[in-house]
């Protein structure tokens, strides 16, 4: 069955110096139509769905645990969609080109990335609340949001990004590296969906299952919508990446965290019926990330 969702939630903000979210207002972007309408026919049934959206089996994560994750709020007109992402350079982030566009043609407006965050609720000192203009964004040239391919973007920031123990970029696979990461413990974090029809999550979560060969998640999707370009964990235990976890990072253990995807779609059958979750991965970009970045990858 070919269903699927893109795991972003819509929250209402202004983009103020310090920004203060009232988060029992978010909704999944799968709530408006605008969503809907981007997406195949044959999908349209789910507009009535109500499947259940959660993440089992993940957990808190410790303060500093992850610092390259970050939260990624983008401005569409009156709303705005909570994405995560993750530090490439002081200057740049990485996140899913759904995250930053809002249909084939049209950028945000802007937004913020905050950096540092536990709890983005609140004014935590290892938080850094950084702004980004459209002319910072960059998603990928054959970017098509109907097939979701080259589901990826990269986000230069209005000023740069301080370093500390809480905020440190993340490492990505070296231009030679060729491995493909199946059998690997993967690793997706965020402050996504954790309950039914509930808010976002104030603070950083995490869940772990294996990476998946291609052909292995192929077979579990039973589409072809899964390409080289995708990289997919395990939804064994229901344990994945939900609303509001899009753009986030799917990373391995491998001489320290280093990120192989970027979370990109889900079933919508529910994030706990087992089925794959579903990443851009990362190898295959490497080039165009380097090339749109600040990023010096290793050979």
């Known amino acids: 069955m070919r269903s699927f969702l893109y795991l972003v939630t819509l929250v209402s903000l202004s983009l103020a110096e310090w920004i ?4 029992s207002e978010v909704r999944p ?6 969503y809907w309408d981007r997406l195949p026919a044959e999908l349209q049934a789910y507009r009535t769905a109500r499947p259940v959206q959660r993440v089992t089996n993940g957990q808190e994560a410790t303060p500093g645990q992850f610092p390259y994750q970050i939260a990624l709020i983008s401005s569409f007109g009156g709303r705005s969609g909570l994405c995560g992402g993750s530090i490439l350079t002081r200057n740049s982030i990485l996140t899913a080109a759904h995250c930053v566009v809002s249909d084939r043609s049209t950028l945000a407006q802007g937004g913020t990335a905050i950096m540092g965050a536990h709890n983005r609720n609140r004014r935590e000192p290892s938080q850094q609340r950084i702004r980004f203009s459209r002319n910072g964004i960059n998603a990928h040239p054959l970017y098509t949001a109907s097939n979701i391919r080259n589901d990826i973007a990269i986000v230069r920031l209005n000023s740069p990004i301080t370093f500390n123990t809480r905020v440190q970029p993340i490492r990505l696979p070296a231009r030679s590296d060729t ?5 690997f413990t993967g690793t997706v974090s965020g402050f996504g969906r954790t309950s039914n029809a509930g808010p976002t999550s104030a603070v950083v979560r995490f869940t772990t299952n294996p990476v998946m060969t291609n052909a292995d998640c192929i077979a579990r999707w039973n589409t072809a919508l899964i390409q080289p370009q995708n990289v997919c964990l395990s939804g064994e235990g229901g344990r994945s990446s939900c609303n509001g976890d899009s753009g986030g990072p799917l990373a391995v253990q491998d001489g320290g965290s280093r990120q192989i995807g ?10 706990s019926v087992g ?11 490497l080039p165009w990330i380097e090339v749109n970045s600040d990023l010096v990858l290793r050979a």
């Open 29 to 34: 972007i799968e709530d408006f139509d605008h």
């Open 262 to 271: 970027i979370v990109s779609f889900g079933s919508a059958a529910g994030c």
């Open 179 to 183: 491995r493909q990461f199946g059998g």
């Open 275 to 285: 089925r794959p979750s579903v990443y851009t991965r990362v190898s295959h970009y």
């Open 20 to 23: 203060d979210i009232d988060w």
